[in-house]
């Protein structure tokens, strides 16, 4: 079954030490969903724009670095998990979490972020570092580094301050890059089911570098998100797509419109 939506996102990025380019504004878009098969049921990915996007799951509906108008997220279930990466603001946005943000919701971020939350949601929030494992609803959720490797841009993000996740279903595992270069923890990744992996240079890595990551670690699926920057940073996730060849299956989300 596919699910359509519409949807209208207007964001601003500010990020301590550097701006980041956010190289979409308010707009409106036709999103398909996919829906995953697992154990314990399904698993529908509903991609917003450009790194924020919504699943719904067995355990909950899960938010993934929510930016951007409230109303963007209008048609979608209140979140039962909130999941932040890193603190710049294509990622995080303190304004749009209240706004999302419901009596039972929770949110797991990095400890930098945690850092920086008002204190509303603080009290819903629970932080983990780099290696670190939590648990939601029965969920495990290991936070897997993300960071530049590359000479010059390691300030973009530091080593041991911002988050990937991986969260392990019954029998299905996800893996949400965040921003981050071709690491070995990324390579090292073992079972993953659906990856979401991000390419956009000069903060992250090029459409190369994250194929031949995929290609190594081989999950089942894999989004191409994030891909659009300045400078000659965006990145096209159809190359992507041929690179990966028949490491994974792609999922094209209309992350841009």
């Known amino acids: 079954m596919t699910q359509t939506r519409r949807h209208f996102l ?17 707009r409106a878009a036709s999103k ?7 154990k314990g049921g399904d698993i529908i990915v509903h991609p917003v724009a450009h790194a924020s996007f919504v699943m719904e799951t067995p355990v909950g509906t899960i938010y993934c670095d929510p930016v ?32 999302l943000v419901d009596d039972n919701t929770k949110i797991i971020t990095n400890p930098a972020v945690m850092g920086k939350l008002p204190d509303e949601l603080k009290a819903r929030a629970r932080q983990i570092a780099n290696g670190g494992t939590i648990s ?37 595992r996800i893996y949400i890059s965040g921003d981050t270069e071709d690491i070995p923890e990324m ?51 159809a190359e992507f797509a041929k690179m990966v060849g028949e490491a994974a299956k792609v999922k094209m989300g209309a992350w841009y419109g």
Not at 86 to 95: C, I, L, Q, T
């Open 68 to 99: 951007g108008d409230v109303a963007s997220y209008s048609d979608f279930p209140r979140p039962d998990l909130i999941l932040v990466t890193h603190e710049h603001g294509d990622h995080y946005k303190a304004e749009t979490l209240s706004g």
């Open 187 to 237: 390579r090292a990744l073992e079972n993953i089911s659906l990856a979401f992996i991000c390419m956009n240079l000069p903060f992250t890595m090029d459409a190369k570098a994250a194929a031949s990551a995929v290609a190594e670690f081989k999950p089942g699926f894999v989004y191409p998100y994030h891909y659009r920057g300045r400078d000659g940073g965006t990145q096209d996730p």
């Open 136 to 172: 939601f609803n029965d969920l495990s959720i290991n936070a897997i580094p993300a960071y530049n490797t590359t000479e010059g841009r390691e300030k973009f993000h530091p080593k041991g301050r911002d988050n990937g996740y991986v969260l392990g279903f019954d029998g299905f």
């Open 32 to 38: 398909s969903s996919d829906i995953f098969k697992t």
């Open 10 to 26: 207007a964001t601003s990025a500010a990020a301590i030490g550097i701006t980041t380019f956010l190289p979409f504004v308010a």
